[in-house]
């Protein structure tokens, strides 16, 4: 077996949309970068890649290519999934903590969830997304970015999916 664990953070500007796990998420913020910024999955993604020492998605879906402006953050997790594949491995599950001061993401964790399960190809039972809040304190509480950090199991693809809970 292999764990990975992946961590990202985005600055929240004005005039971007906001989007965690493929939802889009009604705020008079969203986060900024070269992708569709979307934090949960780019920590998913850099899950993935270091359970498998294979470096960070900044490696694979480099920020200078313009190719990847804009990009759907989903269809490079769809990638990642196929990259992890090849390699003889499934996702066993993933747990993701999103850090964000506002808005509250509560009502959308569900639609994230099945967003990234779908992408995975795994039961949403085996992906957990939780948020919190960090009371106020440093850059997520001061509301200037969101963070997210995901930890990953992968398993070899001979092991039974059966056995999995
Ligand atoms: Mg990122």
Same mark, same amino acid.
């Given at each position: 077996?292999?764990?990975?664990?992946?961590?990202?953070?985005?600055?929240?500007? +004005?005039?971007?949309?906001?989007?965690?796990?493929?939802?889009?998420?009604?705020?008079?913020?969203?986060?900024?970068?070269?992708?569709?910024?979307?934090?949960?999955?780019?920590?998913?993604?850099?899950?993935?890649?270091?359970?498998?020492?294979?470096?960070?998605?900044?490696?694979?879906?480099?920020?200078?290519?313009?190719?990847?402006?804009?990009?759907?953050?989903?269809?490079?997790?769809?990638?990642?999934?196929?990259?992890?594949?090849?390699?003889?491995?499934?996702?066993?599950?993933?747990?993701?903590?999103?850090?964000?001061?506002?808005?509250?993401?509560?009502?959308?964790?569900?639609?994230?969830?099945?967003?990234?399960?779908?992408?995975?190809?795994? +039961?949403?039972?085996?992906?957990?997304?939780?948020?919190?809040?960090?009371?106020?304190?440093?850059?997520?509480?001061?509301?200037?970015?969101?963070?997210?950090? $995901?930890?990953?199991?992968?398993? +070899?693809? $001979?092991?039974?999916?059966?056995?999995?809970?």
């Amino acid at each position: 077996m292999r764990i990975g664990h992946g961590y990202d953070a985005h600055r929240l500007v +004005p005039g971007r949309a906001l989007i965690l796990g493929g939802v889009s998420i009604p705020h008079e913020k969203g986060l900024l970068g070269h992708s569709d910024a979307d934090v949960l999955t780019h920590a998913v993604m850099d899950a993935l890649l270091g359970a498998l020492a294979l470096g960070d998605i900044g490696a694979h879906f480099p920020d200078s290519d313009p190719a990847y402006a804009g990009a759907d953050s989903l269809c490079l997790l769809g990638r990642v999934v196929e990259l992890v594949s090849g390699r003889g491995y499934r996702i066993g599950n993933l747990d993701a903590t999103l850090l964000a001061q506002r808005p509250r993401l509560a009502p959308h964790i569900g639609q994230m969830r099945e967003n990234l399960a779908r992408v995975c190809g795994l +039961p949403a039972g085996a992906v957990s997304v939780k948020a919190t809040t960090e009371e106020g304190m440093g850059f997520t509480g001061r509301e200037e970015g969101i963070a997210c950090h $995901c930890v990953c199991l992968l398993l +070899p693809k $001979c092991l039974e999916a059966d056995t999995m809970v």
